[in-house]
Nanobody
Framework: QVQLVESGGGLVQAGGSLRLSCAASGRTFTWYTMGWFRQAPGKECEFVATIKWSGNSDSYADSVKGRFTISRDNAKNMVYLQMNSLKPEDAAVYCC????????????????????WGQGTQVAVSS
């Protein structure tokens, strides 16, 4: 069973940058398409970005396109989310997720397509 642990959250000023990391355990990580989601207080879980198991395809929410970049290092069992030009509305708990029940799956933007979730890392953005 793959386990996911996020890190890299914190407090940053608007316009600043953060790099979130998601460490995955287990040998089959390289089979799984991964995603980042976020949830702000009082709001539903929101898709942020997804990257295919092979790393050669990705997709972003319109709200972060051009500012955020998702990447993965399969040799290190890691997924990253580089966040630039942060805005106060980006503040949320960010979670990484894996499509472990569908190996070698395409990218997906629905939270229901993911079956493994990390605990999340808090991102706060001051204006």
């Amino acid at each position: 069973q793959v386990q996911l642990v996020e890190s890299g959250g914190g407090l940053v000023q608007a316009g600043g940058s953060l790099r979130l990391s998601c460490a995955a355990s287990g040998r089959t990580f390289t089979w799984y398409t991964m995603g980042w989601f976020r949830q702000a207080p009082g709001k539903e879980c929101e898709f942020v970005a997804t990257i295919k198991w092979s790393g050669n395809s990705d997709s972003y929410a319109d709200s972060v396109k051009g500012r955020f970049t998702i990447s993965r290092d399969n040799a290190k069992n890691m997924v990253y989310l580089q966040m630039n030009s942060l805005k106060p509305e980006d503040a949320a708990v960010y979670c990484c997720a894996a499509r472990s029940k569908v190996p070698f799956a395409p990218v997906a933007e629905l939270s229901g397509d993911y079956d493994l979730w990390g605990q999340g890392t808090q991102v706060a953005v001051s204006s």
